[in-house]
């Protein structure tokens, strides 16, 4: 019989059963949700909080000359601290630094000391102190030390368990807990041992590396004393963001406000709910939501962890879509006179690698990247070729696209081509005029930057110091002051009698590129997008004339973040200046027999904030980076079915984990790449025993599909070759293993005439062919 106290404390326990209705996935299965948030302090811990403390007292071990001492994440101690605050006693708590905003302030409230450890320490570095403290002076304090002590789980033991059973009618087919301490698993399990062995006590253990606040993986900390895994049905992991996502729904769909462990709990107990075909599962969901506004798991506004360097600020800044869900960008596109070279492969594939990052977190991407068939490069190659203007561009268009498919780049949104977008062109220049940034001279529109304040602002440049000959842009035309740029400017006599110029009421014309960019942002983007990305170069004068134009005439910056790369360097100079000396165009070096994933992978394992200084020494190791990543993926495929690896869901876990902590530091692809690679290791280790769970290999197929869908390095497909391609290669072992190199190189050079290149790993013959990027395995 429950004691009666007279006070707050009488209400511990006795918390409702709540059904769960939208987001139940069974129709014959029942989910009942126990919100532990109406216990008087706020969680699951009231139960055991009280029960420590006065069984303590009735021990003798709790005096009233004693300091309550505890190690905390925050549930616990807030319980303790209540029926500290309630009995008299005075309290002292240590806890990470890392724990949220609203536990401390609700810890002070009830009047309680606090110790702050290294947040990097978790709540193992709380232990630490208390035990510390506990052995220096053993008189002055009474541990409550819920991981040892048994009357935590006895709290649940002879509470928690009854109350279910007695709410469930007996009715229950399974009881989900999260794993912290472990008290309220073990008070369940043993409980229902006794008395009911035929309901199944599933535990939730979050996976190594989790930031879920009050869990607690039981091999990266110190596992309690209290924890018994043999008695639990099963233990289920749970990933950081299924457990945020199911407590935000929880929210909006069932109007539980509930914390970051019960969101955890609820996604697996919707789990089990799928596989079940009939029967009632109670979830315990430990605390309320309130309590965690301060971090990740409630936000006015949808955070996108990553953080990547703004040019315009000079400093990483965490992404922030202006639409929720929704990311804008626009990519500078190619001049189409003539073919792509590594320079240009660099801006593409780094706002490919991009665009596919943030889809990778669930984002709706929109790419703009603009084709640039009207300008004076565009016009005179035509000329020089003798072919009309559009039919010279569209040839170059075509190459472009072919280029970037064989490269892996997911096409953009939409590519718009200036010559389709001049009258939005003429229209802004005419807009710029009205509001008097803009003067006509001789027939031609100029900006005044004179009249632009920001001008300046992205490049930093100091314009006192640009040397005429150097200036903003370098059309021959009359100006007032020489560092002005042109918006449109006269038709050459050339392109008079071409017939290639726009009738104005100035006269003919023909835009300017910044122009052009700035029209086609605005009409597909919109005055104010996300992200403007291209490389270095272009940010002065180009990106700086851009923002000009469009911030003159909307008062509002054209892009919120500026990210560029760096150059491709040979020889000390970029691509763009040296691809015709060095042969640099895509197009030579596909000619010399390197496929789109060889260029790929070179360019992006190297920072985008760094330079890459090219050499075909470089190309050759990324090439057999590829080749023995194909190996890997051939040898997974060829694995013969075993038994399950318990660790399977961890070593996935944290390839995640480690691939999404690198790239939301400013897209770290080596880092990144370092967590593939550790991944590689540990299957490989796996591989070694040859057998793995078909299961095991479906989870590695899947999280390596989700990493390549943004890397694009990867061929996932197993190999398939043809019956007499295999038997050659084949053939060629048996020659090397006979050291008969003669008929070795023969069948090698014979397979090449085919099409089909062998390259020698440890991991044995990787096959490609040379004409696609599909990789086998011999």
């Known amino acids: 019989m429950q004691t009666k106290r007279n006070n707050i404390l009488d209400h511990v326990g006795q918390t409702p059963l709540i059904p769960v209705h939208r987001l139940n996935p069974?129709?014959?299965?029942?989910?009942?949700?126990?919100?532990?948030?109406?216990?008087?302090?706020?969680?699951?811990?009231?139960?055991?909080?009280?029960?420590?403390?006065?069984?303590?007292?009735?021990?003798?071990?709790?005096?009233?000359?004693?300091?309550?001492?505890?190690?905390?994440?925050?549930?616990t101690g807030i319980g303790l601290a209540m029926v500290a605050a309630v009995k008299g006693y005075r309290i002292l708590l240590s806890m990470s630094e890392s724990v949220s905003e609203e536990r401390v302030k609700i810890l002070k409230a009830f009047g309680a000391e606090i110790k702050f450890t290294p947040a990097h320490m978790g709540t193992d570095g709380a232990i630490e102190y208390v035990y510390n403290l506990m052995r220096e002076a053993p008189d002055k304090y009474w541990l409550a030390d819920q991981f040892n002590n048994e009357n935590n789980w006895k709290a649940h033991y002879v509470g928690t368990a009854l109350e279910i059973w007695e709410q469930t009618g007996g009715q229950v087919s399974a009881i989900v807990a999260t794993m912290g301490t472990s008290g309220t698993l073990m008070g369940l399990a043993k409980r229902y041992a006794e008395m009911a062995p035929h309901v199944s006590i599933v535990g939730v253990e979050p996976y190594m590396g989790h930031k879920i606040q009050g869990l607690k993986n039981m091999k990266e900390s110190y596992q309690p004393g209290i924890f018994d895994k043999r008695i639990l049905s099963r233990i289920e992991n749970v990933d950081d963001e299924e457990a945020f996502e199911t407590a935000r729904q929880l929210a909006r769909k069932e109007g539980m406000l509930v914390g970051m462990s019960s969101g955890a709990a609820m996604a697996v107990a919707l789990r089990i709910a799928r596989e079940m075909t009939e029967g009632k599962i109670v979830v315990l969901l430990p605390d309320g939501g309130e309590r965690y506004l301060s971090t990740a798991l409630f936000t006015a506004k949808k955070r996108s962890g990553l953080h990547i360097y703004n040019t315009f600020s000079r400093r990483k800044e965490e992404l922030i879509p202006i639409e929720e869900n929704h990311v804008k960008m626009y990519c500078c596109g190619p001049t189409l006179c003539q073919y792509i070279h590594l320079g240009h492969a660099r801006r593409f594939l780094f706002a490919d690698l991009l665009r596919r990052y943030l889809g990778f977190k669930g984002y709706r991407v929109t790419l703009v990247t603009n084709l640039t068939d009207l300008d004076d490069r565009t016009i005179q190659g035509a000329e020089k070729a003798g072919v009309p203007l559009k039919d010279f561009t569209e040839g170059f268009n075509r190459a472009f696209m072919e280029d970037i498919e064989r490269l892996g780049i997911e096409p953009a949104t939409v590519y718009p081509k200036a010559s389709e977008h001049v009258e939005e062109m003429i229209d802004l220049a005419r807009r710029l005029l009205q509001k008097g940034y803009a003067y006509e001279k001789f027939r031609s529109i100029y900006f005044d930057i004179s009249r632009f304040k920001p001008y300046g602002n992205l490049s930093h440049i100091d314009l006192?110091?640009?040397?005429?000959?150097?200036?903003?842009?370098?059309?021959?035309?009359?100006?007032?002051?020489?560092?002005?740029?042109?918006?449109?400017?006269?038709?050459?006599?050339?392109?008079?009698?071409?017939?290639?110029?726009?009738?104005?009421?100035?006269?003919?014309?023909?835009?300017?590129?910044?122009?052009?960019?700035?029209?086609?942002?605005?009409?597909?983007?919109?005055?104010?997008?996300?992200?403007?990305?291209?490389?270095?170069?272009?940010?002065?004068?180009?990106?700086?004339?851009?923002?000009?134009?469009?911030?003159?005439?909307?008062?509002?910056?054209?892009?919120?973040?500026?990210?560029?790369?760096?150059?491709?360097?040979?020889?000390?100079?970029?691509?763009?200046?040296?691809?015709?000396?060095?042969?640099?165009?895509?197009?030579?070096?596909?000619?010399?027999?390197?496929?789109?994933?060889d260029i790929r992978y070179l360019i992006l394992s190297r920072h985008h904030r760094k330079p890459i200084v090219f050499s075909w020494m470089k190309l050759n190791a990324a090439r057999s980076t590829i080749a023995r990543l194909d190996g890997f993926v051939q040898r997974l495929h060829k694995c013969p079915d075993g038994r399950s690896e318990p660790e399977a869901d961890q070593i996935v876990y944290d390839l995640r984990h480690g691939f999404t902590e690198a790239l939301d530091d400013d897209l770290n692809v080596a880092a990144a790449l370092a967590a593939l690679f550790q991944f590689i290791r540990r299957v490989n280790g796996l591989l070694d025993r040859n057998m793995l769970a078909k299961a095991d290999k479906q989870k590695f197929l899947e999280i390596l599909t989700a990493v390549n869908g943004v890397l694009g390095v990867l061929n996932l497909e197993p190999a398939a070759l043809e019956g007499e391609i295999e038997a050659s290669i084949h053939a060629r072992e048996e020659a090397r293993r006979r050291k008969d190199w003669e008929t070795a190189d023969r069948i090698r050079d014979r397979l090449k005439e085919r099409g089909i290149e062998l390259l020698d790993t440890p991991e044995g013959t990787i096959w490609q062919r040379t004409s696609t990027t599909g990789p086998g395995k011999a």
């Open 464 to 597: 006192t110091k640009i040397r005429v000959g150097k200036t903003v842009d370098l059309d021959n035309y009359e100006k007032d002051n020489p560092r002005d740029f042109t918006l449109l400017k006269r038709a050459t006599l050339s392109a008079l009698k071409r017939g290639i110029f726009y009738q104005t009421q100035w006269g003919n014309v023909l835009p300017s590129w910044h122009l052009e960019c700035s029209a086609m942002a605005m009409k597909y983007l919109g005055p104010t997008y996300d992200i403007h990305t291209s490389g270095i170069e272009l940010i002065f004068p180009h990106h700086e004339n851009a923002i000009a134009i469009s911030q003159a005439l909307t008062n509002q910056p054209p892009a919120n973040y500026w990210v560029h790369h760096e150059n491709v360097l040979v020889n000390g100079r970029r691509t763009s200046k040296a691809a015709d000396a060095e042969g640099l165009t895509l197009r030579e070096i596909f000619e010399r027999g390197y496929s789109g994933r």
């Open 26 to 75: 069974s129709r014959s299965v029942e989910v009942l949700a126990k919100l532990e948030y109406f216990n008087p302090g706020g969680s699951i811990k009231d139960r055991p909080a009280l029960y420590m403390i006065e069984e303590a007292e009735r021990s003798g071990d709790l005096t009233r000359d004693k300091i309550i001492l505890e190690a905390t994440s925050g549930n």
